[in-house]
T-cell receptor
């Protein structure tokens, strides 16, 4: 899977929007952009994913640059519960459906601190 | 909301002993995974399992490791002779369907394994 680059840490104030950036300049045409997060002392949790168009769900929004070399996870109104490590992950769909290559390769992610 | 459960939450064992970590995946899921996270490090893939056999395994998953789905509900990870470096948080995950239909892996809360 192609590599992503994220800031080590970020801070944000409670009840304000948070924009978490991710660079993936070597992304291929078959890579999906996935975001997971890991709350303290918990397992990772799926947040959102997309291919080319911006995506929204109940947890967050994903804004994808037109050239797909970067993306931004947007938490619209951060709460203390959103303090976590956020992972931006590229997942190549080339081999999907063959019961292989569906593992998730986690990087170091961005540790998000929320200030009350 | 259905969730992946893991037992025990914390296991302490002596070097050289066998341990079995247990997971109950979400009931209608068909794909199962083990990951581990050494303290302060990335989450690492160990093994994926589908249709009662291993689909893929990492270099970490050597002959000391094995997985089993002994009945319709449990999914276990066995370490035959534990080493100090096996100390980590072990996460079980499950997924409903092939990657073409279901992208999201659901993670359990983890078992902290301490080898002394």
């Amino acid at each position: 899977d192609a590599k992503t680059t994220q800031p080590n840490s970020m801070e944000s104030n409670e009840e304000e929007p948070v924009h978490l950036p991710c660079n993936h300049s070597t992304i291929s045409g078959t890579d999906y952009i996935h975001w997971y997060r890991q709350l303290p002392s918990q397992g990772p949790e799926y947040v959102i994913h997309g291919l080319t168009s911006n995506v929204n769900n109940r947890m967050a929004s994903l804004a994808i640059a037109e050239d797909r070399k970067s993306s931004t996870l947007i938490l619209h109104r951060a709460t203390l519960r959103d303090a976590a490590v956020y992972y931006c992950i590229l997942r190549d769909r080339k081999n999907w459906g063959m019961n292989r290559d569906d593992k998730i390769i986690f990087g170091k992610g961005t540790r998000l601190h929320i200030l009350p | 909301e259905p969730e992946v459960t893991q037992t025990p939450s914390h296991q302490v064992t002596q070097m050289g002993q066998e341990v079995i970590l247990r997971c109950v995946p979400i009931s209608n899921h068909l794909y199962f995974y083990w990951y581990r996270q050494i303290l302060g490090q990335k989450v690492e893939f160990l093994v994926s399992f589908y249709n009662n056999e291993i689909s893929e395994k990492s270099e970490i998953f050597d002959d000391q490791f094995s997985v089993e789905r002994p009945d319709g509900s449990n999914f276990t990870l066995k370490i035959r002779s534990t080493k100090l470096e096996d100390s980590a948080m072990y996460f079980c995950a499950s997924k409903r369907a092939p990657e073409t239909l279901s992208y999201e892996q659901y993670f359990g809360p983890g078992t902290r394994l301490t080898v002394t």
